[in-house]
Protein backbone atom coordinates (compact mmCIF):
# COMPACT_ATOMS: atom_id res chain seq x y z
CA UNK A 1 0.00 0.00 0.00
CA UNK A 2 2.69 2.22 0.65
CA UNK A 3 4.07 1.52 -2.91
CA UNK A 4 0.85 3.02 -4.41
CA UNK A 5 0.77 5.52 -2.47
CA UNK A 6 4.16 6.65 -3.75
CA UNK A 7 2.62 6.25 -6.92
CA UNK A 8 4.29 3.02 -7.80
CA UNK A 9 2.26 1.95 -11.14
CA UNK A 10 3.04 -1.62 -10.53
CA UNK A 11 1.52 -1.88 -6.95
CA UNK A 12 -1.54 0.06 -8.29
CA UNK A 13 -1.75 -2.55 -11.29
CA UNK A 14 -1.41 -4.73 -8.63
CA UNK A 15 -4.02 -3.55 -6.17
CA UNK A 16 -6.09 -3.16 -9.37
CA UNK A 17 -5.92 -6.78 -9.82
CA UNK A 18 -6.56 -7.90 -6.08
CA UNK A 19 -9.42 -5.44 -6.40
CA UNK A 20 -10.77 -6.84 -9.65
CA UNK A 21 -10.64 -10.54 -8.25
CA UNK A 22 -12.91 -9.77 -5.53
CA UNK A 23 -15.29 -8.45 -8.09
CA UNK A 24 -14.84 -4.72 -6.98
CA UNK A 25 -14.60 -3.69 -10.58
CA UNK A 26 -15.04 0.29 -10.22
CA UNK A 27 -11.91 0.39 -7.84
CA UNK A 28 -9.84 -2.31 -9.85
CA UNK A 29 -10.64 0.32 -12.41
CA UNK A 30 -9.38 3.66 -10.92
CA UNK A 31 -6.30 1.71 -9.80
CA UNK A 32 -5.82 0.76 -13.47
CA UNK A 33 -6.11 3.96 -15.11
CA UNK A 34 -4.24 5.62 -12.58
CA UNK A 35 -1.51 3.33 -13.14
CA UNK A 36 -1.43 3.39 -16.90
CA UNK A 37 -1.49 7.54 -16.80
CA UNK A 38 1.90 6.52 -15.34
CA UNK A 39 2.97 4.38 -18.40
CA UNK A 40 2.37 1.05 -16.82
CA UNK A 41 1.57 -0.94 -20.49
CA UNK A 42 -0.26 -4.24 -18.43
CA UNK A 43 -2.95 -1.84 -17.13
CA UNK A 44 -3.12 -0.35 -20.58
CA UNK A 45 -3.94 -3.90 -21.65
CA UNK A 46 -6.09 -4.02 -18.72
CA UNK A 47 -7.91 -1.23 -19.63
CA UNK A 48 -8.62 -2.51 -22.84
CA UNK A 49 -10.34 -5.59 -21.79
CA UNK A 50 -12.90 -3.63 -19.88
CA UNK A 51 -13.40 -1.33 -22.66
CA UNK A 52 -13.97 -4.56 -24.85
CA UNK A 53 -16.13 -6.46 -22.23
CA UNK A 54 -19.81 -4.78 -21.27
CA UNK A 55 -20.97 -4.80 -18.41
CA UNK A 56 -17.76 -4.22 -15.52
CA UNK A 57 -18.51 -0.98 -14.65
CA UNK A 58 -17.66 1.20 -17.97
CA UNK A 59 -19.64 0.67 -21.33
CA UNK A 60 -18.17 -0.83 -24.56
CA UNK A 61 -15.97 1.17 -26.20
CA UNK A 62 -14.13 0.39 -29.29
CA UNK A 63 -12.25 3.51 -29.81
CA UNK A 64 -11.10 3.52 -25.83
CA UNK A 65 -10.28 -0.08 -26.13
CA UNK A 66 -8.34 0.53 -29.20
CA UNK A 67 -6.64 3.46 -27.72
CA UNK A 68 -5.26 1.77 -24.75
CA UNK A 69 -4.26 -1.39 -26.86
CA UNK A 70 -2.35 0.95 -28.51
CA UNK A 71 -0.99 2.60 -25.29
CA UNK A 72 0.45 -0.93 -24.24
CA UNK A 73 2.05 -1.63 -27.66
CA UNK A 74 3.94 1.49 -27.56
CA UNK A 75 5.32 1.49 -23.79
CA UNK A 76 6.37 -2.37 -24.45
CA UNK A 77 8.39 -1.02 -27.63
Known sequence: MKRAAANDPVAMRQLGTRRYEEGDYDTAFEYWTKA??????????????????????????????????????????
Do not use: C, P, R, T
Not at 43 to 67: A, N, R, T, W
Open 36 to 77: AELGDAISHYKLSLFYYQEGEGVEKDEMKELFHLEEAAIVLQ
